[in-house]
């Protein structure tokens, strides 16, 4: 597999070239493209077969879940069965943002994406290219982390390409990203909310 690389500015991103990784995404493949915190690799997260590809590209055990990222309420309704009062607060504050909440899955997700727990992490990117690609491919894409199970997360192109080169078919190349924690993950499937993973994100009390 030969891996392309597209550089993108991150303050303005060109629609041409955000269509042409849509597109991609579309046919089954898996892409980098940079997020507020490190880069992410994408995938159409309502596909299993690039799930699955998505899932030895990383080396990653099947069985656990991989979060998504939506472009809108409306693609969070798609994915959630329920949406309960306390989410709707932190989305209110912390969205878009490096803040990942955990729902209840609706049937649309495949078992292989939530890890067969009936549970699906959510976030909306603050990137600007993250934002458009979600929403040119008009469904939501994987967000996890650029890097091979238990390695640390990439902020940079270059060493994303140098670790991924021949194994995913296409990055994104917005610059580096600060590089900064992962997202706060929070599961809103329970009562109270339970903080799962501190990150970014520093949860009151």
Same mark, same amino acid.
């Given at each position: 597999?030969?891996?392309?690389?597209?550089?993108?500015?991150?303050?303005?991103?060109? !629609?041409? +070239?955000?269509?042409?990784?849509?597109?991609?995404?579309?046919?089954?493949? %898996?892409? !980098?493209?940079? #997020?507020? #915190?490190?880069?992410?690799?994408?995938?159409?997260?309502?596909?299993?077969?690039?799930?699955?590809?998505?899932?030895?590209? @990383? $080396? /990653?055990?099947? !069985?656990?879940?991989? *979060?998504? +990222?939506?472009?809108?309420?409306?693609?969070?309704?798609? %994915?959630?069965?329920?949406?309960? &009062?306390?989410?709707?607060?932190?989305?209110?504050?912390?969205?878009? $943002? &490096? =803040?990942?909440?955990?729902?209840?899955?609706?049937?649309?997700?495949?078992?292989?994406?939530? $890890?067969?727990?009936?549970?699906?992490? %959510?976030?909306?990117?603050?990137? /600007?290219?993250?934002?458009?690609?979600?929403?040119?491919? @008009? /469904?939501?894409?994987?967000?996890? *982390?650029?890097?091979?199970?238990?390695?640390?997360?990439?902020?940079?192109?270059?060493?994303?390409?140098?670790?991924? /080169?021949?194994?995913?078919? =296409?990055?994104?190349?917005?610059?580096?990203?600060?590089?900064e924690e992962v997202s706060t993950v929070i599961? %809103?499937?329970?009562?109270?909310?339970?903080? =799962?993973?501190?990150?970014?994100?520093?949860?009151?009390?």
């Open positions: 597999m030969n891996t392309r690389v597209i550089k993108v500015n991150p303050f303005d991103p060109e !629609g041409k +070239l955000i269509q042409e990784a849509a597109h991609i995404l579309g046919n089954g493949g %898996v892409i !980098g493209y940079p #997020t507020e #915190t490190v880069y992410g690799l994408g995938a159409d997260a309502y596909n299993e077969e690039a799930l699955k590809k998505l899932f030895e590209i @990383k $080396g /990653r055990e099947v !069985g656990k879940p991989i *979060s998504i +990222l939506i472009g809108n309420m409306e693609m969070l309704e798609e %994915v959630t069965s329920r949406i309960p &009062p306390v989410a709707m607060g932190l989305i209110r504050g912390h969205w878009p $943002g &490096p =803040l990942t909440i955990i729902f209840e899955a609706s049937k649309t997700c495949p078992p292989i994406l939530t $890890g067969d727990s009936g549970k699906i992490g %959510v976030r909306i990117s603050p990137h /600007r290219i993250a934002q458009k690609l979600v929403q040119a491919f @008009k /469904r939501p894409i994987t967000s996890t *982390s650029a890097n091979f199970s238990g390695m640390p997360s990439l902020s940079d192109p270059h060493e994303l390409y140098r670790v991924f /080169r021949g194994r995913i078919d =296409l990055i994104l190349d917005g610059g580096k990203t600060k590089g599961d %809103v499937t329970v009562s109270p909310p339970r903080v =799962l993973r501190e990150g970014v994100i520093k949860p009151k009390g």
